[in-house]
């Protein structure tokens, strides 16, 4: 809701009260004020322009030369773009040294020869937006009445010298949809009379009730419905006060009867239409629900099919309006429009929203439907727009209403106790002090002992139990009075447990090393479900599921970060990596809900490395996933209790795979995905693993120990191992490593050979051992017994033999 400062002023006085400050306080009792916006800010040098004369400028077809009187001794001369301008406009000036929204400075030049003191402005240049603009003035400049002003400030006239407020309501707070709502609001923050607006109305002998008569099938949907009558009305722009009220609250004007019904839906909250009564086709109206495939076209010139969900306004035969969301193409005011019948009804909210859902259609009007209007607004609305009619379109205003009416509203009535209310709140406030607030509020209140029952207006339709009094003393009371207390009793502050900071850490780990995130499914597939599973067993259906795609529970999330893969292979994006943490359902028989296990997988695919710059460019491999791996095991302290076992798994690379075993068991796999699953989705070598997270977690690592910096030298000797094709580096790393204690401190894996000048069935595998001693340096002697019974140890356990 946007609120202007100035207008509001009409409803309450604002005195020593400036717009920052009444937005500080409107949001210390309850509603957010979400910014104030300055209308001119910025803004200098911009006054009412008459133009004298117009003619063509001789050397540019798209411009105009202008004579204008902008108040100052001798009247400046200003070359205009705008199609619109000609003589006799009074128009907004932008002179020479004027500052426009952006810095823009405007200076004195020359335009195609021909000097330009000043710029004749449009309404957008001005600051406003395109869209509130009425549409004669959208492509081109704006002119002002005629009885204007010359020289004196345009801002001023056209409302820019304005503040505007914008509150962001939550949805119990519709009364506030609405000056009045907001000036009865702000009455009771500063301790102020609310002003009401004038009616003043001079009917004429005949009656609104000749004219037409009402007729309500739909009583549920529409309680009341209220025709006036307005004659002889004369269409044209509504007063220029009145357009830019309108275009600050962000309502483009249109003409002098649709902006007062828009006018009176800001100022009453309460929406209203006007017909053109010529062209109803009848004298009566008929509010009834639709019927099954009726058509109707709405204002925007679209057809509507309409169902009886739906409630709408017809003239006894066809609709003329779609209630409380739009009217109808067949009976909009026109300017030929002389005779117009004003609706101000009373419609379900329930109603409103379905239509307003099932057409698209979300209007200001059905907005403030949907959240509840004030039913006894409704007739005082009606009389204020019947009013301005009369009085801005010259219209004649018949005497009384047509009416249907079954409305039967009660004010809530809710009781409380003094001793509550300073309970709950933790105050100590006296009966006076609370009866103040609701007098404020302009409740009625009556007291009885301890006990205070307050009469609400229906304009506060939130207002129905206790707790919404409590509600009202406390904000109004000030948030920032409320005695503030530190809990009593014992607590234990919230923390995350050892589970959940492991489970923290892997994730920063896996996106440190240039994974991304996903988060897919729980549900598959009967073909997949059973695919990458680390524990096989029967798969878990849904008795009532989406679609065959989505109706077993997942038994690993491999086949998920797959398709994730694929997804983004087919758009180009074909190198990428990504994990998710997710559970996996295990079967606990047919009565049992299912076993949940959390499991954490990720698939690579496409190249690692990428400088195109240095030449170099790395693919996936088996050992890069395989390196992730060990990194996150080293992160969590369990390096040293990870073994990696060859295997062959199903949908896996039958050479390219391996388990994962932790303390001996196994909690998952790392390894290609088979060449054939690859092919079927259509992707590059993609590397892969899953594993047990909760193993993992739930794994205890060993106490953290510190070792002292080397001080002496290490010795480094190379050795090149010929073995059988089938024995793997695993088994002869752990000889070494076992064999060199405790001298030996690493040993790793540099070179694998494999060709004609190795015999066949053999291999030759090359270790790069390093011994040191934390106290002392090494001699060459000790290191050479050392690395001797190494080499014996591997000849005898695994016929490794030197490579010669």
């Not at 004196?152 to 709502?181: F, I, K, Q, Y």
């Not at 302009?442 to 207006?457: G, N």
Request: with cysteine; proline share 4%.
């Amino acid at each position: 809701m946007f609120v202007s400062y100035k207008w509001l002023q009409d409803y309450i006085d604002l005195s020593g009260v400036t717009a920052a400050e009444l937005a500080e306080k409107i949001t210390k009792s309850g509603i957010e004020v979400e910014g104030v916006e300055i209308l001119n800010e910025g803004i200098k040098g911009v006054v009412v322009g008459h133009v004298l004369e117009r003619e063509q400028h001789p050397n540019a077809d798209k411009l105009s030369k202008c004579l204008v009187d902008v108040g100052e001794e001798q009247p400046v001369q200003i070359i205009c773009g705008a199609p619109n301008v000609a003589q006799g406009q009074k128009v907004a000036v932008a002179k020479a040294g004027a500052v426009l929204p952006g810095n823009f400075k405007i200076k004195r030049a020359k335009l195609r020869g021909e000097e330009s003191n000043g710029m004749i402005c449009s309404l957008t240049e001005l600051g406003m937006e395109g869209k509130v603009v009425p549409k004669e003035y959208s492509e081109g400049i704006f002119v002002f009445p005629a009885d204007a002003e010359v020289g004196v400030d345009a801002l001023g006239l056209l409302n820019r010298d304005d503040e505007v407020l914008e509150l962001g309501l939550t949805p119990n707070r519709a009364d506030c949809l609405s000056m009045l709502g907001v000036a009865y609001e702000v009455a009771a923050i500063l301790g102020r009379e609310v002003k009401l607006p004038e009616i003043s109305l001079e009917p004429v002998a005949e009656k609104a009730s000749d004219y037409v008569k009402i007729t309500v099938e739909a009583k549920k949907d529409n309680p009341l419905y209220v025709a006036k009558m307005i004659k002889n009305v004369k269409i044209g722009p509504a007063p220029l006060w009145m357009q830019t009220r309108l275009m600050s609250a962000g309502i483009r004007p249109h003409n002098n009867v649709v902006d007062i019904t828009n006018y009176i839906l800001l100022e009453y909250g309460q929406p209203l239409h006007a017909f053109d009564y010529d062209r109803l086709g009848s004298k009566e109206i008929l509010v009834r629900r639709a019927a099954d495939g009726e058509k109707f076209v709405t204002l925007d010139d679209v057809e509507r099919t309409l169902t009886p969900d739906h409630l709408v306004i017809t003239n006894g035969t066809e609709p003329v309006a779609l209630a409380g969301v739009m009217g109808g193409a067949n009976s909009e005011v026109t300017s030929d429009t002389t005779t117009v019948l004003l609706e101000s009804a009373y419609f379900s909210g329930a109603a409103v929203r379905k239509a307003s859902k099932d057409h698209g259609l979300r209007s200001e009007a059905s907005a403030r439907f949907e959240k509840g209007v004030d039913p006894n607004r409704v007739r005082a609305a009606g009389e204020r727009a019947a009013y301005l009619m009369a009085k801005y379109a010259g219209g004649e205003v018949l005497e009384g209403a047509a009416e249907a009416d079954t409305l039967t509203v009660e004010p809530a009535v809710v009781s409380i106790t003094l001793e509550k209310i300073n309970r709950v709140l933790g105050t100590e406030l006296v009966m006076k002090d609370v009866k103040e607030i609701f007098d404020r509020l302009q409740f009625a209140v009556s007291i009885e002992e301890d006990t205070i029952t307050v009469t609400a207006p229906t304009r506060r339709g939130d207002i129905k139990i206790e707790e919404d009094l409590l509600e009202e003393v406390a904000r109004l009371y000030g948030y920032d009075n409320i005695p503030k207390t530190l809990p009593i009793g014992s607590s234990t502050p919230g923390r995350l447990s050892d589970y959940q900071k492991k489970r923290r850490e892997v994730r920063q780990y896996l996106e440190g090393a240039g994974l991304y995130q996903a988060v897919t499914y729980s549900l598959t597939s009967e073909e997949k479900a059973t695919q990458f599973a680390l524990e096989k067993g029967d798969t878990i259906r849904l008795a009532m599921p989406m679609s065959e795609e989505r109706s077993i529970l997942r038994l690993s999330i491999m086949p998920q970060l797959l398709e994730v893969l694929k997804y983004n292979s087919a758009r180009q994006n074909d190198s990428l990596a990504v994990y998710e943490t997710g559970a996996v359902f295990l079967s606990n028989g047919d009565e049992s809900l299912p076993v949940e296990r959390e499991h954490l997988a990720a698939a690579v695919t496409g190249l690692w490395h990428s400088h195109s710059w240095q030449g170099e460019k790395k693919a996936v491999d088996f050992f890069v996933v395989k390196g992730i791996v060990e990194g996150m095991f080293a992160k969590l302290g369990l390096m040293d209790r990870v073994d990696y076992v060859q295997a062959q798994l199903d949908g896996m690379h039958p050479g390219r795979t391996a388990e994962i075993r932790l303390n001996g068991e196994k909690i998952g796999f790392v390894g290609q995905v088979h060449p054939s699953i690859q092919k079927e989705l259509d992707l590059k070598d993609t590397y892969v693993f899953e594993l047990s997270l909760k193993a993992v977690l739930e794994a205890e690592a060993p106490v953290l120990q510190y070792e002292t910096i080397p001080r002496f030298p290490s010795i480094t000797r190379d050795i090149a191992l010929v073995v059988n094709r089938e024995t793997v580096s695993g088994t002869l790393w752990e000889i070494i490593v076992n064999e060199g204690a405790p001298l030996l401190k690493e040993a790793e894996v540099f070179d694998l050979y494999e060709g004609d000048k190795i015999e066949a069935g053999k291999k030759s595998i090359a270790f790069s051992l390093k011994y040191a001693d934390p106290v002392r340096t090494l001699t060459d002697d000790e290191v050479t017994k050392v690395h001797g019974r190494v080499l014996n140890a591997l000849q005898e356990k695994t016929g490794a033999v030197l490579r010669g």
